[in-house]
Nanobody
Framework: QLQLVQSGGGLVQPGGSLRLSCTTS????????IGWFRQAPGKEREGVSC????????YYVDSVKGRFIISRDNAKNTVYLQMNSLKPEDTAVYYC????????????????????WGQGSQVTVSS
């Protein structure tokens, strides 16, 4: 099946930046919408951002608008989440996930749509 391998993450000071990567294998990336989710201790997993399988239509949760940028490079089978102006409340384990949506210029953040998940990346924002 489709596999997703994450990289990036780490410890950064408030106001700093990190870039997460999600590289897929097994099937063409352009058949899938890719979502980024995060889960902080004691909280439910929430959708952060997603990008459509075609036309690069994206969505961002209000709390990250203007700070995070999602992008994809189909030639490299990779989706990125550039995180700028990071805040302590961004601290969480971040997961990428894939939703089979060929030729759809939209994406949705409902967790039930995503059947393939990366292993998770820890992002810690602290002084």
């Amino acid at each position: 099946q489709l596999q997703l391998v994450q990289s990036g993450g780490g410890l950064v000071q408030p106001g700093g930046s990190l870039r997460l990567s999600c590289t897929t294998s097994g099937y063409p990336l352009d058949h899938y919408s890719i979502g980024w989710f995060r889960q902080a201790p004691g909280k439910e997993r929430e959708g952060v951002s997603c990008i459509s399988s075609t036309d690069n239509v994206s969505y961002y949760v209000d709390s990250v608008k203007g700070r995070f940028i999602i992008s994809r490079d189909n030639a490299k089978n990779t989706v990125y989440l550039q995180m700028n102006s990071l805040k302590p409340e961004d601290t969480a384990v971040y997961y990428c996930a894939a939703d089979y949506t060929p030729l759809q210029a939209m994406c949705m953040m409902a967790r039930s749509r995503y059947n393939h998940w990366g292993q998770g990346s820890q992002v810690t924002v602290s002084s």
